[in-house]
C-alpha cells in the first residue's frame, strides 16, 4: 500500500487529502473518507460523499481535474459509476 498527500498550487503537502495505491486501485481519500476510485480503466465515485463538503469539492475538482458540471456529465453518461466505497453510507 502507498499512501502521499495530495500536494497543492505550492507544492505543500495538503492535509486530511490522500492519495492511496491498494491492490490495483488508486483512491482519493478526503479525512477518513474514500471518495474516488480508480481500477481496471474505469473511475468510481462514492455515492455519498463525493460531493459531500466545499473541502470534498475543491480537492475532488483537482484529481478529476475538472469541475462539478463536467463531474455530474461523467455520471449522468455512466463514464463515472456511482458506488459505495466506504460500506458505512
Known amino acids: ?4 498527500n495530495i500536494i497543492n498550487d505550492n507544492g505543500n503537502r ?3 487529502q490522500f492519495l492511496i ?5 488508486t483512491y482519493f481519500q478526503s ?18 460523499y463525493w460531493n459531500y463538503s466545499h ?7 483537482v484529481v478529476l481535474s475538472e469541475g462539478i458540471d463536467q463531474t455530474r ?14 460500506g458505512d453510507n
Open 14 to 16: 495538503v492535509a486530511n
Open 73 to 86: 456529465q461523467k455520471i449522468k453518461s455512466g463514464e463515472y459509476v456511482l458506488t459505495n466505497l466506504n
Open 31 to 48: 479525512y477518513f473518507s474514500q471518495i474516488v476510485m480508480w481500477k481496471d480503466g474505469k473511475t468510481y465515485l462514492d455515492g455519498y
Open 1 to 4: 500500500m502507498k499512501v502521499s
Open 55 to 61: 473541502t470534498t469539492a475543491k480537492y475532488r475538482r
Open 21 to 25: 495505491t491498494h491492490k490495483g486501485a
